[in-house]
């Protein structure tokens, strides 16, 4: 296999798994596949505070579900199948990957970070859910397709095994996925996906038992927040916030902390079922996001010195409780929200 | 946020690519943009990776000392913790623990080392003979 290119379209988007998703479905053919409409329908948004688990020593937040899920919860709902295989062997890994190019099959893969040379190196962390496309092979490389990425770029087969077996949490084990038996889905279908996705994101955020999820999982890093500086001195609460707004506003989110991208979904799911009112809750997520933004702001202003005092960190719990009260607001109303 | 207040301050992003931010446009309607960095989360990674090299540096200064082994140092430097080393070595977590001491480090097998040295991307020699 010297040379083999599949006509596949590059595009870029925030976030790796909505463009892997969103791509890999428009090759399939559905043309109308978008972004924001990906990470609605995969009810991408969430937040959640896992206690006691450190992240590169810090807090371990985060904005959105479970890596993987954005897609598979789509794929449900738009009636299609995600064939994935996982590997213990290095070379069934590498052999499995050869053979779906020879199909002529673009394939979605899962990589660490840590070791993809085309990355910047300070983003070169031990992060195991990015994903990537690997649509042909040319010279002995592949050729790829990152999301993240403005062009295409290609990875040498060794640095493609090494970004495939990363090891550490959420291990990719070679992961590859591709969608399977992709029928065009009707208006009247993708409304009621849509609705769906609305009602589980609504639950996601409302009414998951526990302190830790959700809106809830707002008000409790709020509470945390306001415990940090005595229990871990200035300058270790100040890098605990940096993780936070690194969380939030990296590469990968679209701003906002994955809300805007909500937003930006609630507005074309009104135009598609033209239902209003969802136009209306977008606003509250753009709101939130803006929010968001401004909490990021202040947290900034904690961890860019080194001087800092309890009355900021006061400050930054009241913002989230702020936003966490506005973001229940809004999917109670989601919630209620019909046909 | 609107699409003009979307911030460009330069940052590690510049000369590899620009990230996709959702913006309103002037006529209140969601688009996508792209940036090439802000300020506040620039300072954020800058600030983690200033706690990164201090970490290093600590490490290695204990190294010097006789306090601690290069296992450790190296583990620092990779930007691991014990659960990660333990996913790429295949050792258990008490087991590298054990390794951070000289003394055990010293006697450790050939075969021990270079599983270690595969793990860091380094040579057998740059392990064995790093001493801060």
């Known amino acids: 296999m010297d040379k083999l290119i599949l006509p596949y379209n590059h595009i870029q988007t925030a976030h790796c798994e909505n463009g892997v998703a969103t791509g890999l479905l428009k090759h399939h053919g559905l043309e109308f596949m978008t972004e924001p409409l990906m990470f609605g329908l995969g009810s991408g948004i969430f937040y959640i505070h896992i206690p006691f688990l450190m992240v590169n020593g ?80 040319e010279n002995g490389n592949y050729l790829v397709s990152d999301p993240v990425m403005e062009t295409v770029t290609t990875l040498t087969e060794e640095d493609m095994l090494k970004v495939r077996f990363a090891k550490g949490p959420l291990a990719p084990k070679g992961h590859v996925y591709y969608p399977e038996n992709v029928k065009q889905v009707s208006k009247e279908h993708l409304q009621k996906a849509i609705y769906k996705a609305i ?21 409790y890093t709020a509470r945390q927040i306001r415990k940090w500086r005595e229990k871990l001195g200035p300058r270790k609460a100040g890098l605990y916030m940096g993780q936070i707004v690194r969380m939030q506003e990296e590469i990968g989110t679209g701003g906002g902390g994955f809300r805007f991208l909500y937003a930006a979904f609630l507005e074309q799911a009104s135009d598609i079922t033209g239902n209003q009112k969802l136009l209306t809750l977008s606003d509250e997520f753009t709101k939130a996001g803006d929010l968001w933004r401004a909490s990021a702001i202040n947290m900034g202003r904690i961890f860019k010195g080194r001087l800092n005092e309890q009355k900021d960190f006061l400050e930054s719990a009241d913002m989230l409780d702020n936003i966490a009260a506005i973001e229940r607001a809004a999917f109670k109303e989601l919630r209620k929200i019909k046909m | 946020m609107k699409k003009e207040d979307l911030p460009q301050d330069p940052s590690a992003l510049v000369g590899v690519t620009r990230e996709v931010c959702y913006v309103k446009d002037k006529d209140g309607k969601y688009t996508s943009d792209l940036s090439i960095g802000w300020d506040v989360k620039k300072q954020a990674l800058d600030n983690a990776w200033e706690d990164i090299h201090e970490r290093v540096t600590e490490a290695a200064a204990k190294v010097k000392s006789g306090e601690i082994s290069p296992v450790f140092y190296f583990m620092e430097k990779k930007l691991m913790d014990l659960p990660l080393l333990s996913g790429y070595t295949g050792f258990w977590q008490w087991t590298i623990k054990r390794h951070f001491k000289p003394s055990v480090f010293k006697s450790l097998s050939e075969s021990r080392l270079q599983t270690y040295a595969k793990a860091f991307d380094i040579s057998i020699d740059e392990l064995k003979n790093f001493n801060g």
Do not use: T
Not at chain 1, 81 to 107: H, M, T
Not at chain 1, 202 to 217: E, N, Q, R, T
């Open chain 1, 58 to 137: 810090g807090p371990a937040v985060s904005y959105r579900s479970m890596p993987g899920w954005i897609f598979s919860r789509a794929s449900k709902l738009l009636g299609i199948k995600v064939n994935r295989r996982k590997f213990n062997s290095e070379k069934e890994a590498y052999d499995y990957l050869n053979k779906q190019i020879q199909l002529g099959n673009p394939v979605g893969c899962q990589v660490g970070v840590y070791n993809l040379p085309y990355f910047p190196a300070e983003y070169r962390f031990h992060f195991n859910a990015h994903n990537l496309v690997v649509y042909g092979k």
């Open chain 1, 199 to 219: 009602h589980r994101s609504a639950f996601d955020m409302l009414s998951i038992p526990g302190p830790i999820c959700g809106v809830d999982g707002i008000n």
